[in-house]
């Protein structure tokens, strides 16, 4: 078998899991993508960050990337993970119980999207920290925005369960 053979496999691959994804998360699945490729680009900013404030502060130790923060940072992403399924999970419970109750229920992973969403942001907003920490100007206005929408999903989650979201 020749590199060719096995890039078009690896094609195909990836293919058959993103309609895998898609079939069964529907809206879900892009969501899920996009949140992983941002984690993975804030973890990589970050280390980024880190080596470069490290050699703009030699002598602190408070400086410069570790092995404990880029563990505490793979456990916190994995907890994004865990609460996306928690999320999940009681989108599945809603409705099945409505269905069991006799109610049509039309919220099909609403819970998981808003969760998802509010993740995308708040990765959104570390990798802009991370830029602004490795010396990229980061327009003030794009923070901004990035957190007015945030803001505005903890506010449709907050009313989708009842309540104002504070």
């Given at each position: ?12 691959l990836i293919a058959g899991v993103a309609a895998w994804i898609s079939a069964k998360l ?69 409705v099945t119980i409505g269905a069991e109750m006799g109610f049509s229920i039309s919220m099909h992973g609403a819970l998981g ?54």
């Amino acid at each position: 078998m020749n590199a060719r053979h096995l890039i078009d496999g690896a094609r195909v691959l990836i293919a058959g899991v993103a309609a895998w994804i898609s079939a069964k998360l529907g809206a879900l699945g892009p969501l899920l993508v996009v949140l992983i490729l941002l984690m993975l680009v804030d973890y990589v900013t970050g280390m980024w960050a880190s080596k470069i404030e490290a050699v703009d502060h030699p002598d602190d130790p408070a400086y410069g990337w570790s092995s404990a923060k880029g563990a505490k940072g793979i456990a916190k992403k994995v907890g994004y993970i865990c609460v996306i399924t928690v999320a999940l999970a009681t989108d599945y419970l809603i409705v099945t119980i409505g269905a069991e109750m006799g109610f049509s229920i039309s919220m099909h992973g609403a819970l998981g999207m808003l969760v998802c969403a509010w993740y995308i942001l708040n990765e959104l907003l570390s990798v802009t920290e991370n830029a602004g920490r490795m010396g990229a100007p980061v327009p003030e206005w794009l923070v901004k925005y990035i957190a007015a929408i945030k803001s505005k999903v903890d506010a449709q989650g907050g009313s989708e369960a009842g309540h104002d979201g504070k």
